[in-house]
């Protein structure tokens, strides 16, 4: 017997999310944005339970070449661009498309020589003050690409950052982009997640779902079941030690919880070097043998505490539900003041995953 805990990767779930996406944007191609091992859900399972992915968005080289080893022949798109004159060369071999969003990407595209044409995503800047060119400079940095022999497409791309958000939407950074971009008839790519679901109109040609697929919601507003998705990852521990408290007595590193009666608690085999939140208060939620209870305590490096008081039947062996099918990873994130993306990626690599169709 080894450590009990396990991350379960959903395929069909997977799979569900993705048809539920196609169904949401019957217009436009999706990339299936696999950065970050797939939210923490494995290269190699999303590739398996998407075999038929119009094409995967990803942020480095290194993982864009695990793609293709792992047989994908759609496209794959680099987010952020290369880093290099070099990874561009990487790119020309082995078709990977980029998005170029600095005057430094430009300039290797422009000054390398390379063994076939890449398809370029110019990225825009029209208010997420992160990656992209000024939106308004759109119509010459086409041109410039244009005359550049090595770009075999352009595609127009724009990132939100408030359309998870209903109070601000994606008014203003749709209306700069559109004012930039109109009359230059190229393909568009603006929608993550929460913009293909909650703005149909930002669909375009190709969205980029992340965390829709993974079967968590965008929206603090709306839970993951309510949108249609389904969660793509379990990941549940064993209950391997019992404590009776006595009033009084405490619990853990820094002993802040303080029994006020009589409790039963079990110690569970997941801490925060499993990739749980450290900071999850006393009350975050948990299923224990699928019965609701919840977190006591500091969670430590390897182990957690749950109240059984209230569950007889349960103890040594018992199974704990941190996140997944039966307890929505959006409420344990909500818990612990952040997202779910944040839980997903944080899945370390000590926890043994397993695939379940
Ligand atoms: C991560 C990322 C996405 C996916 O976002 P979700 O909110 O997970 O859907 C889309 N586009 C870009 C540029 C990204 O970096």
């Known amino acids: 017997m080894t450590r009990p805990i396990r991350a379960v990767i959903h395929t069909d779930a997977l799979a569900a999310n993705y048809a539920h996406i196609k169904a949401c944007a019957p217009g436009s191609k999706v990339f299936a944005v696999v950065k970050a091992n797939a939210y923490g859900h494995g290269l190699a399972n999303m590739v398996t339970a998407l075999p038929h992915a119009d094409a995967f968005a990803i942020l480095e080289m290194p993982s864009a070449l695990s793609l293709r080893a792992l047989g994908v022949k759609q496209p794959i798109l680099l987010l952020e661009g290369v880093f290099s004159a070099a990874e561009l060369q990487l790119c020309a071999k082995h078709d990977f498309w980029l998005s170029v969003h600095d005057e430094c990407g430009m300039g290797w595209l422009e000054n390398t020589d390379l063994s076939s044409p890449v398809h370029v995503f110019l990225k825009l800047n029209t208010g997420m003050n992160r990656l992209g060119f000024p939106a308004e400079q759109a119509p010459l940095l086409v041109e410039r690409l244009k005359q550049c022999s090595h770009v075999a497409s352009i595609t127009l ?72 998705l389904q969660a793509a990852m379990t990941l549940s521990a064993e209950v391997i030690s019992v404590q009776e408290l006595k009033v009084g007595e405490t619990v853990g590193y820094g002993a802040g919880f303080v029994a006020v009666r009589p409790m039963r608690i079990g110690i569970v085999a997941c801490g925060y070097a499993d990739g749980y939140p450290r900071h999850a208060p006393t009350g975050t939620p948990v299923l224990v043998d699928g019965v609701r209870s919840c977190l006591i305590g500091r969670v430590s490096m390897d182990m957690l505490a749950v109240d059984l008081s209230d569950l007889p039947a349960s103890g040594l062996a018992s199974q704990v539900e941190l996140w997944g099918k039966n307890l929505p990873i959006d409420e344990v994130a909500l818990a612990a003041d952040t997202i779910g993306y944040e839980l997903m990626c944080a899945i370390a690599a000590r926890v043994p995953v397993f695939v379940e169709p």
């Open 157 to 228: 791309m724009a990132h939100f950052a408030t359309a998870d958000d209903p109070g601000q939407g994606v008014a203003a950074q749709r209306a700069r982009f559109d004012a930039a971009c109109h009359g230059l008839q190229l393909p568009v790519s603006l929608a993550n997640s929460a913009a293909l679901l909650a703005y149909p109109e930002t669909q375009q040609q190709w969205v980029r779902p992340g965390i829709a697929l993974y079967g968590s919601s965008p929206f603090s507003e709306k839970s993951a079941a309510e949108l249609g």
